[in-house]
């Protein structure tokens, strides 16, 4: 009996299926707000007794964000910076780990755990207070004043951004599991007659790595790339979405604060696009 969809279609098929909640639970819960803070953006929103007044303003909301707020610009520079330097260190202190975590030796499963224990721990409120005591930090840098006695050996201009990745390396820490975990998955779903062939033709294992382990787990790059984006774009203690509360919360500017957000999706959104064209390539040729 002929099947009434061919295996591409019922492989599409599939695919939409697993977006299927998704995609009911935006229409349901996201799109409404979505399509009113899109509108907000547009408004100057008074509060009254009867409800939110709003009067048309244009674009007056998305050019006072770059001509008049003195706050908004540098927080936002700040946040990009932060994203440029801590992304590549989550993906290679992510990469590192989950090859040694793929070894075989004894207590394997519980030096996992303690990998993923500060996803579970730090979040949320703990990870703002953790912040807020310094912890996100590495005291050395400020004890010993690094910064002023080294300028005379390296370079302010080299100097600076190498002691903020350093003093990063916690933040970077905490935000691996996830990363790591993924990384774990693709190295394990490596086969390893790969890796006694070219045992047997004589490959090194730095050989092995570049040859068979880093285009396997490129897709994995990819996930993790994008999933570290958006998590250093939306975490707490972001000084963006600090400050975009703080306009909305505090000082009751609707419009404006929904002006600064869609400025901030933009933004968040072009980076991810960069990246997935910079993965085009790969993507292509695995279909």
């Given at each position: 009996m002929r099947k009434p969809f061919s295996m591409k279609t019922r492989h599409y098929l599939e695919g939409y299926a697993f977006t299927l909640p998704?995609?009911?639970?935006?229409?349901?819960?996201?799109?409404?707000?979505?399509?009113?803070?899109?509108?907000?953006?547009?408004?100057?929103?008074?509060?009254?007794?009867?409800?939110?007044?709003?009067?048309?303003?244009?674009?007056?909301?998305?050019?006072?964000?770059?001509?008049?707020?003195?706050?908004?610009?540098p927080k936002l520079i700040e946040t990009v910076a932060s994203l440029l330097i801590q992304v590549p260190l989550i993906l290679i202190f992510a990469m590192f780990s989950a090859l040694l975590l793929n070894r075989n030796f004894r207590g394997r499963m519980l030096f996992r755990g303690i990998f993923f224990l500060p996803v579970i721990i730090a979040s949320g409120s703990v990870l703002t207070k953790l912040r807020e005591d310094g912890a996100a930090t590495l005291p050395i840098f400020a004890q010993y004043d690094l910064a002023t006695r080294l300028t005379d050996i390296i370079p302010v201009q080299i100097l600076l951004p190498l002691l903020k990745a350093l003093d990063s390396l916690t933040v970077s820490m905490w935000d691996s599991g996830v990363q790591i975990l993924i990384f774990l998955a693709g190295l394990q779903s490596i086969s390893v007659q790969l890796y006694e062939a070219a045992k047997v033709d004589g490959a090194t294992p730095w050989e092995s790595f570049w040859k068979i382990t880093f285009p396997m787990i490129t897709p994995m790059i990819l996930v993790n790339t994008l999933?570290?984006?958006?998590?250093?774009?939306t975490k707490p203690g972001n000084g963006v979405m600090e400050y975009m509360q703080t306009v909305v919360f505090q000082n009751l500017q609707f419009g404006y604060g929904s002006a600064l957000g869609w400025i901030y999706f933009i933004i968040a959104f072009a980076v991810i696009g960069l990246v997935l064209t910079l993965f085009r390539n790969s993507l292509k040729g695995r279909g």
């Open positions: 998704w995609l009911i639970g935006f229409l349901l819960f996201m799109a409404v707000p979505l399509g009113k803070s899109l509108y907000y953006a547009f408004q100057s929103l008074e509060v009254k007794t009867e409800g939110l007044k709003a009067t048309y303003v244009g674009l007056e909301n998305f050019r006072r964000a770059f001509t008049v707020d003195v706050d908004f610009t999933f570290s984006i958006v998590n250093s774009f």
